[in-house]
């Protein structure tokens, strides 16, 4: 089914309210998302580090690891309804004949995306170094 084409004015300033606040959605999914996924590294580093007990700490890396590669598949769909928004806000601008307002910028994102690499790295390393740890003692 072919998507119905917006003409009236009324039609258009409801489509461009819905995708300004998809976009703003999104954009605060880009920092509330890892931060939470910050705050959730910490409690578990601060569990694994005060325990002795091996299945937890395998739990628990696997688990972040798991968490981190969720994180960031996330992110990139997050990064994508952005794109996407500022893309059709554009058009839908152009069509009514305002001025475009809009700017799609990576740079919001990418240092949130970036330090979620960075630790879920960190965690495959702690994995290794524990399997290395067990399979040499």
């Keep these: 089914m072919a998507p119905k084409t ?6 258009l300033m409801a489509q461009l309210h819905e995708l300004n606040d998809r976009s703003r959605m999104y954009n605060s999914q880009i920092w509330q998302v890892p931060f939470a996924f910050f705050g959730l590294t910490i409690l578990v580093l601060s569990t694994i580090m005060n325990n002795s007990n091996t299945y937890l700490f395998v739990f628990s890396l696997v688990l972040e690891l798991s968490l981190g590669v969720a ?3 996330h992110m990139l769909g997050l990064q994508d309804g952005i794109k996407r928004a500022v893309t059709n806000i554009k058009i839908i601008e152009l069509k009514m004949g305002l001025e475009n307002t809009v700017k799609y910028s990576k740079q919001t994102w990418w240092p949130f995306f970036v330090t ?4 879920t790295l960190y965690f495959i390393f702690m994995g290794f170094s524990f ?3 067990i399979i040499n003692s």
């Excluded at 917006?6 to 039609?11: A, D, I, V, Y």
């Excluded at 979620?116 to 630790?119: D, N, R």
């Design 71 to 73: 994180v960031i598949i």
């Design 131 to 133: 399997l290395t740890s």
């Design 6 to 11: 917006l003409n009236s004015n009324e039609e």
């Design 116 to 119: 979620v690499i960075i630790i």
